[in-house]
């Protein structure tokens, strides 16, 4: 299994970033990804999760209403569209799978329920 990040940058306060996570190895329908993060001096954070069965999305609190996870089938791909960044966004993001389904909230920012990480992709966002 490969994960595959891409689409960081330096963006502005406000402005938008979207995340990709190229999946090969796995089938669509049958696993779930997750975005995590990491910023300089903390830990690492779940940010959101979405199953491939059947579209289920969670989300940590502070980036509801601004983030937003999709997938692409055809593509094996997910996607986090990320809107009105702020500074606070700014770190390296991460995107892990798991085979299955994360039925939770609880679960989906547990580092230990995912089995495969990709290498991370930074985002920087200035003001």
């Known amino acids: 299994v490969q994960l595959v990040e891409s689409g960081g940058g330096l963006v502005q306060v406000g402005g938008s970033l979207r995340l990709a996570c190229a999946v090969s190895?796995?089938?669509?329908?049958?696993?779930?990804v997750g975005w995590f993060r990491q910023a300089p001096g903390r830990e690492r954070e779940g940010v959101s999760c979405?199953?491939?069965?059947?579209?289920?999305?969670y989300y940590l609190d502070s980036v509801k209403g601004r983030f937003t996870m999709s997938s692409d089938r055809a593509k094996n791909t997910v996607y986090l569209q990320m809107n009105s960044l702020k500074p606070e966004d700014t770190a390296v993001y991460y995107c892990?799978?798991?085979?299955?389904?994360?039925?939770?909230?609880?679960?989906?920012?547990?580092?230990?329920?995912?089995?495969?990480w990709g290498q991370g992709t930074r985002v920087t966002v200035s003001s």
């Open positions: 190895g796995f089938t669509f329908g049958d696993y779930a």
């Open positions: 892990a799978a798991v085979l299955g389904s994360i039925d939770d909230h609880y679960y989906f920012s547990d580092l230990n329920e995912y089995d495969h």
């Open positions: 979405l199953s491939t069965n059947d579209g289920t999305t």
